[in-house]
């Protein structure tokens, strides 16, 4: 156990302080009899002590500008508990802001007050929005397992969401309400989203900590702005710090399955305008909570379990909702758009009438989107594709301003009369299924497109059947590491990036990780342009140097940078050919040997890969036998997804009927 004097650090948070990689703090603690001696943990998981391992960094000249930082973290989190290190990081922002403010908070130990002093001091010298904003990012990341946020993507898309839904044009600002805020990620997502004058932001958190946190980072975007803010720590269902107040735009992403939300005192509450929330459904007593704040013609956007949507017990006030006009829209999202990640969370989008409560007319539609399609394919762990599933949405949305314009594939305009009947279910995916079924001449384009592929096909397997391979006979190779010492090539290794930005930032490179080539290959973070990065440019060889994503091949288009186990290779274009280079590299006998074959996670060592030594004029010969090979490959792949969707197409128009004959 940690004293106020011995804070423990494990290998990663020394890499962290330092600005390396944690192999590099390995090879250290290896090379050098002088690194500090552990002090708890176990072998594989050590710990040291901060203060030994800043005196050590410091003697050796390993401490980085970002120490600074990195150095304080480790205090705040020996504080043990996760409330007062929260009230800690949100008093240091405070304290930021103004070096004369005194410590309001009675329930901070000596220990977190003297920490809230050097934090404020470091934050005032090295920026205090940067500082405050690296030691929330941290604490959430200490704590994800006991907290529930609203991914930044996510909390965009529902201030855009709501800004295009709202009827009135805001003159004389624009009021935010969140009455669930945690740390103020939706409200936040707001001020990026509005950026005109007069922005009012209400936020309410049951949790003591959250609620400092939030208050602290809404003040932050307050002093640049004209922005009013208010952060209340009370239970908005049972003591509403807000009672009376209309807001333009309301966003929430509420608790949810909370059985103790209140129903018992609250059963006479005047909110319950479709009627009392039973039990079972705090949900809905959250909405209804949203709605009681609107103005004429406010919109709210809430993010619900999917289970909501059909449950028996909330139909009845499904229902009422549904038929005075309020329920606007519903959106499923696709798995991990927000926790629980293995989830397909739903949008609510509601809008209060212009003149308060006006029976919706029986010809009224419901827009329901189902968007879960835009998860991102091969994921092991699920992610949305943000940019296609914003903009599907909001195209979506557009059409409820303006019923004209045409619907996207996978939204649909559902009559009320169809979905008042006995389940009042508004699941969309119920409804658009049978709106995405091929019509038959959809089904004829198909087979159309998959008999090209298999011509495709067909001719590269003729080429490559055809290819004459002379019996087997030594060969003379050289590995990566013989030809980087002969100048043929430069290696460069990706690695741990310090700092990821959004694109709201501006300027950007993006990042490719192994988990994007997991994913689907294509970046899925974004870096800062002047980030001291590993850069693959157009005309490099990257490989993966881990046995489950193991690859090779030739980077095409903009710079992109990598992060750890890929690495970029830079070829002399006078001797080495680098389509022939991936070719050999990407081998799988050429993986497998150079691997340490311990698991799928195992790593390859780059500099062990074989290379054929060829004189350059043969090497394009087999530089374009590489590419028809890689060519070859993706028409298998699309050729099989071809395939599978066809027969998952004719099946859906069988069962439906229609055959003739």
Request: glycine share 8%; aromatic share 4%; net charge negative.
């Given at each position: 156990?940690?004293?106020?004097?011995?804070?423990?650090?494990?290998?990663?948070?020394?890499?962290?302080?330092?600005?390396?990689?944690?192999?590099?703090?390995?090879?250290?603690?290896?090379?050098?009899?002088?690194?500090?001696?552990?002090?708890?943990?176990?072998?594989?998981s050590p710990q040291f002590s901060l203060a030994e391992v800043e005196q050590w960094l410091r003697d050796n000249g390993k401490l980085k500008d970002i120490g600074g930082r990195e150095l304080l973290w480790p205090r705040f989190e020996a504080l043990g508990s996760r409330n007062e290190s929260g009230l800690?990081?949100?008093?240091?922002?405070?304290?930021?802001?103004?070096?004369?403010?005194?410590?309001?908070?009675?329930?901070?130990?000596?220990?977190?007050?003297?920490?809230?002093?050097?934090?404020?001091?470091?934050?005032?010298?090295?920026?205090?929005?940067?500082?405050?904003?690296?030691?929330?990012?941290?604490?959430?990341?200490?704590?994800?397992?006991?907290?529930?946020?609203?991914?930044?993507?996510?909390?965009?898309?529902?201030?855009?969401?709501?800004?295009?839904?709202?009827?009135?044009?805001?003159?004389?600002?624009?009021?935010?309400?969140?009455?669930?805020?945690?740390?103020?990620?939706?409200?936040?997502?707001?001020?990026?989203?509005?950026?005109?004058?007069?922005?009012?932001?209400?936020?309410?958190?049951?949790?003591?900590?959250?609620?400092?946190?939030?208050?602290?980072?809404?003040?932050?975007?307050?002093?640049?702005?004209?922005?009013?803010?208010?952060?209340?720590?009370?239970?908005?269902?049972?003591?509403?710090?807000?009672?009376?107040?209309?807001?333009?735009?309301?966003?929430?992403?509420?608790?949810?399955?909370?059985?103790?939300?209140?129903?018992?005192?609250?059963?006479?509450?005047?909110?319950?305008?479709?009627?009392?929330?039973?039990?079972?459904?705090?949900?809905?007593?959250?909405?209804?909570?949203?709605?009681?704040?609107?103005?004429?013609?406010?919109?709210?956007?809430?993010?619900?379990?999917?289970?909501?949507?059909?449950?028996?017990?909330?139909?009845?006030?499904?229902?009422?909702l549904l038929r005075t006009g309020v329920l606007r829209a519903v959106v499923s999202l696709p798995p991990g758009s927000a926790q629980p990640h293995s989830v397909s969370l739903q949008l609510w989008i509601l809008q209060a009438a212009a003149d308060g409560f006006a029976a919706a007319p029986a010809s009224?539609?419901?827009?329901?989107?189902?968007?879960?399609?835009?998860?991102?394919?091969?994921?092991?762990?699920?992610?949305?594709?943000?940019?296609?599933?914003?903009?599907?949405?909001?195209?979506?949305?557009?059409?409820?301003?303006?019923?004209?314009?045409?619907?996207?594939?996978?939204?649909?305009?559902?009559?009320?009369?169809?979905?008042?009947?006995?389940?009042?279910?508004?699941?969309?995916?119920?409804?658009?299924?049978?709106?995405?079924?091929?019509?038959?001449?959809?089904?004829?384009?198909?087979?159309?497109?998959?008999?090209?592929?298999?011509?495709?096909?067909?001719?590269?397997?003729?080429?490559?059947?055809?290819?004459?391979?002379?019996?087997?006979?030594?060969?003379?190779?050289?590995?990566?590491?013989?030809?980087?010492?002969?100048?043929?090539?430069?290696?460069?290794?990706?690695?741990?990036?310090?700092?990821?930005?959004?694109?709201?930032?501006?300027?950007?490179?993006?990042?490719?990780?192994?988990?994007?080539?997991?994913?689907?290959?294509?970046?899925?973070?974004?870096?800062?342009?002047?980030?001291?990065?590993?850069?693959?440019?157009?005309?490099?060889?990257?490989?993966?140097?881990?046995?489950?994503?193991?690859?090779?091949?030739?980077?095409?288009?903009?710079?992109?940078?990598?992060?750890?186990?890929?690495?970029?290779?830079?070829?002399?274009?006078?001797?080495?050919?680098?389509?022939?280079?991936?070719?050999?590299?990407?081998?799988?006998?050429?993986?497998?040997?150079?691997?340490?074959?311990?698991?799928?996670?195992?790593?390859?060592?780059?500099?062990?890969?074989?290379?054929?030594?060829?004189?350059?004029?043969?090497?394009?010969?087999?530089?374009?036998?590489?590419?028809?090979?890689?060519?070859?490959?993706?028409?298998?792949?699309?050729?099989?997804?071809?395939?599978?969707?066809?027969?998952?197409?004719?099946?859906?128009?069988?069962?439906?009927?229609?055959?003739?004959?």
């Amino acid at each position: 156990m940690s004293t106020p004097d011995v804070v423990p650090v494990s290998l990663a948070e020394i890499a962290r302080i330092a600005g390396v990689g944690r192999a590099a703090v390995s090879n250290w603690r290896r090379r050098h009899d002088s690194f500090p001696t552990r002090i708890g943990g176990t072998d594989v998981s050590p710990q040291f002590s901060l203060a030994e391992v800043e005196q050590w960094l410091r003697d050796n000249g390993k401490l980085k500008d970002i120490g600074g930082r990195e150095l304080l973290w480790p205090r705040f989190e020996a504080l043990g508990s996760r409330n007062e290190s929260g009230l800690a990081v949100a008093e240091a922002a405070r304290r930021m802001r103004s070096s004369t403010a005194e410590i309001t908070r009675p329930e901070l130990s000596a220990q977190a007050r003297e920490l809230v002093a050097e934090a404020a001091k470091l934050g005032r010298a090295g920026g205090p929005r940067e500082t405050f904003e690296f030691l929330l990012q941290r604490w959430l990341e200490t704590h994800v397992r006991q907290l529930s946020t609203t991914p930044p993507q996510l909390a965009a898309l529902m201030a855009r969401i709501a800004l295009a839904v709202r009827r009135g044009t805001g003159e004389g600002g624009l009021t935010v309400l969140d009455p669930a805020c945690g740390t103020g990620h939706l409200a936040a997502a707001a001020t990026q989203e509005y950026d005109r004058p007069g922005l009012e932001l209400l936020a309410c958190e049951l949790d003591a900590a959250l609620a400092a946190l939030a208050s602290a980072r809404l003040e932050f975007i307050a002093e640049d702005r004209d922005i009013r803010t208010r952060v209340a720590t009370a239970d908005a269902l049972r003591e509403d710090p807000f009672a009376g107040t209309k807001a333009d735009i309301v966003l929430c992403n509420p608790p949810f399955n909370e059985r103790d939300w209140g129903y018992e005192e609250l059963a006479t509450d005047q909110r319950w305008t479709h009627g009392l929330p039973p039990r079972t459904e705090p949900e809905l007593a959250w909405v209804q909570h949203l709605l009681s704040h609107l103005k004429p013609g406010g919109a709210a956007v809430v993010v619900l379990p999917p289970a909501v949507a059909s449950r028996k017990a909330g139909r009845r006030i499904r229902g009422s909702l549904l038929r005075t006009g309020v329920l606007r829209a519903v959106v499923s999202l696709p798995p991990g758009s927000a926790q629980p990640h293995s989830v397909s969370l739903q949008l609510w989008i509601l809008q209060a009438a212009a003149d308060g409560f006006a029976a919706a007319p029986a010809s009224q539609d419901a827009l329901l989107v189902d968007a879960t399609r835009f998860a991102r394919p091969g994921s092991r762990e699920p992610s949305p594709d943000w940019d296609a599933l914003g903009s599907f949405v909001l195209t979506a949305m557009a059409t409820l301003n303006h019923p004209t314009q045409d619907l996207p594939e996978g939204a649909v305009c559902v009559p009320l009369l169809d979905l008042l009947d006995d389940e009042v279910d508004v699941t969309p995916g119920r409804y658009t299924a049978a709106m995405t079924e091929p019509s038959p001449k959809e089904l004829v384009a198909k087979w159309g497109e998959f008999g090209a592929l298999l011509t495709d096909l067909a001719d590269h397997a003729q080429h490559l059947s055809g290819l004459d391979f002379e019996a087997a006979a030594p060969q003379t190779t050289a590995t990566v590491g013989d030809l980087v010492k002969a100048g043929a090539l430069t290696l460069r290794a990706g690695q741990q990036p310090l700092e990821t930005v959004t694109p709201a930032r501006g300027a950007a490179m993006p990042l490719l990780t192994i988990a994007d080539l997991l994913h689907d290959g294509s970046p899925g973070g974004l870096l800062p342009t002047d980030s001291a990065h590993a850069i693959a440019e157009e005309g490099d060889v990257v490989v993966a140097g881990v046995i489950r994503a193991f690859k090779a091949w030739v980077h095409e288009g903009p710079p992109v940078a990598l992060g750890p186990q890929l690495y970029a290779l830079r070829v002399d274009p006078e001797k080495l050919d680098a389509h022939f280079l991936a070719g050999c590299l990407r081998a799988p006998a050429n993986g497998r040997q150079a691997g340490t074959h311990a698991s799928s996670s195992s790593r390859v060592d780059i500099r062990r890969l074989q290379v054929l030594q060829l004189p350059l004029e043969r090497q394009t010969v087999y530089a374009e036998t590489f590419r028809r090979l890689k060519s070859f490959e993706a028409l298998v792949i699309k050729a099989e997804s071809a395939g599978s969707g066809l027969v998952g197409d004719m099946s859906d128009r069988l069962a439906a009927g229609g055959l003739a004959g």
